[in-house]
C-alpha cells in the first residue's frame, strides 16, 4: 500500500466477511478506511481482528495482512464507518485456515465491552499498545523509505539501494539486483541521520526488481537496543498521527 497515494482497497475479515473501502489516511505502518458499504461485523466485534487488504484497479494489485482497531469518536462511542488498520507486510501467502475467533464474552468478562455500554476511548487508545504484532515475521515492521549501503563479498564497493520496511528481525531492500538467498552482508543503513546502523545480514528471501529479505543476524548490543527504540518510537509516531 502507498502511503501517499488514496485507493480503494476490499477489506476481508476471515469467518466474517468483505466490503470494499477507501483509505482515508495513511502514514508508515497504518491506515484508515472508510467503509464504502454495510461493514461485515460491527466496530467492537472488528476491535483487533486479523484482516486481508487487497487493492482494487486502477490501482496495483497487492495484498497486506493487517490488525484492525475500532476507532472512537469525541464521546468514546465506536464509530461505525470507519477502522485503523495496523499493516503487516505485504504479499504474504494465505494464512493457513485457524479456530474462529471468539465472541464477546458476557458482561464483565476480561476484555468484552458490556452491551449497550460504549467502550471507553482509552481503551481502544490502548490497544493499539497492546495488539499483537504479526505471527509470521516475530516483530511488525515500519514502512520506511532510507538509504542502505550493502557490502557483499569479493566486492570492492558497496550495493547502494534502500529500505522498503524494517523490524527488530531483519528489513526489505530493493535496488540490490547483485545480492542472492544465502549470502551474508554486510549492512550501513542510514535510519538516522545522525547514527548509521550497521549490522551483519544473511539475505533470506528475493523478488523481482532487486528487492529482497534480510535477516539481521549479528549487531553490537548497543546498536540493537537504539534500533529498539528506533522503532517503537516510529510506531509510536504512525499510530498518534491516525488518533490525531
Given at each position: 500500500?502507498?502511503?501517499?497515494?488514496?485507493?480503494?482497497?476490499?477489506?476481508?475479515?476471515?469467518?466474517?466477511?468483505?466490503?470494499?473501502?477507501?483509505?482515508?489516511?495513511?502514514?508508515?505502518?497504518?491506515?484508515?478506511?472508510?467503509?464504502n458499504?454495510?461493514?461485515?461485523?460491527?466496530?467492537?466485534?472488528?476491535?483487533?481482528?486479523?484482516?486481508?487488504?487487497?487493492?482494487?484497479?486502477?490501482?496495483?494489485?497487492?495484498?497486506?495482512?493487517?490488525?484492525?482497531?475500532?476507532?472512537?469518536?469525541?464521546?468514546?462511542?465506536?464509530?461505525?464507518?470507519?477502522?485503523?488498520?495496523l499493516?503487516?507486510?505485504?504479499?504474504?501467502?494465505?494464512?493457513a485456515?485457524?479456530?474462529?475467533?471468539?465472541?464477546?464474552?458476557?458482561?464483565?468478562?476480561?476484555?468484552?465491552?458490556?452491551?449497550?455500554?460504549?467502550?471507553?476511548?482509552?481503551?481502544?487508545?490502548?490497544?493499539?499498545?497492546?495488539?499483537?504484532?504479526?505471527?509470521?515475521?516475530?516483530?511488525?515492521?515500519?514502512?520506511?523509505?532510507?538509504?542502505?549501503?550493502?557490502?557483499?563479498?569479493?566486492?570492492?564497493?558497496?550495493?547502494?539501494?534502500?529500505t522498503?520496511?524494517?523490524?527488530?528481525?531483519?528489513?526489505?531492500?530493493?535496488?540490490?539486483?547483485?545480492?542472492?538467498?544465502?549470502?551474508?552482508?554486510?549492512?550501513?543503513?542510514?535510519?538516522?541521520?545522525?547514527?548509521?546502523?550497521?549490522?551483519?545480514?544473511?539475505?533470506?528471501?528475493?523478488?523481482?526488481?532487486?528487492?529482497?529479505?534480510?535477516?539481521l543476524?549479528?549487531?553490537?548490543?548497543?546498536?540493537?537496543?537504539?534500533?529498539?527504540?528506533?522503532?517503537?518510537?516510529?510506531?509510536?509516531?504512525?499510530?498518534?498521527?491516525?488518533?490525531?
Amino acid at each position: 500500500m502507498d502511503p501517499h497515494t488514496p485507493e480503494r482497497v476490499r477489506l476481508t475479515v476471515p469467518g466474517l466477511g468483505a466490503v470494499e473501502a477507501w483509505v482515508a489516511r495513511a502514514v508508515p505502518g497504518a491506515a484508515e478506511l472508510v467503509f464504502n458499504g454495510l461493514p461485515p461485523a460491527p466496530a467492537r466485534v472488528l476491535h483487533r481482528r486479523a484482516a486481508v487488504l487487497q487493492s482494487l484497479p486502477p490501482d496495483p494489485p497487492g495484498r497486506v495482512e493487517a490488525t484492525l482497531l475500532a476507532v472512537p469518536d469525541r464521546r468514546g462511542t465506536l464509530r461505525a464507518d470507519i477502522v485503523h488498520a495496523l499493516l503487516a507486510v505485504p504479499d504474504l501467502p494465505p494464512r493457513a485456515p485457524g479456530p474462529a475467533a471468539p465472541e464477546p464474552g458476557p458482561a464483565g468478562s476480561a476484555g468484552s465491552p458490556a452491551p449497550g455500554r460504549a467502550v471507553r476511548a482509552a481503551d481502544v487508545h490502548a490497544a493499539y499498545a497492546a495488539a499483537p504484532a504479526p505471527e509470521r515475521r516475530g516483530a511488525e515492521r515500519v514502512h520506511v523509505l532510507r538509504a542502505v549501503a550493502i557490502h557483499h563479498p569479493g566486492t570492492a564497493r558497496p550495493v547502494h539501494a534502500r529500505t522498503e520496511d524494517v523490524s527488530e528481525q531483519g528489513l526489505a531492500v530493493a535496488g540490490a539486483y547483485e545480492l542472492s538467498r544465502g549470502d551474508l552482508v554486510r549492512l550501513k543503513v542510514m535510519l538516522d541521520e545522525h547514527r548509521p546502523l550497521e549490522a551483519i545480514g544473511e539475505v533470506r528471501r528475493g523478488a523481482s526488481a532487486g528487492r529482497h529479505g534480510v535477516q539481521l543476524v549479528q549487531m553490537r548490543p548497543q546498536d540493537r537496543l537504539w534500533l529498539e527504540r528506533w522503532l517503537a518510537a516510529e510506531r509510536a509516531a504512525a499510530r498518534a498521527a491516525l488518533l490525531a
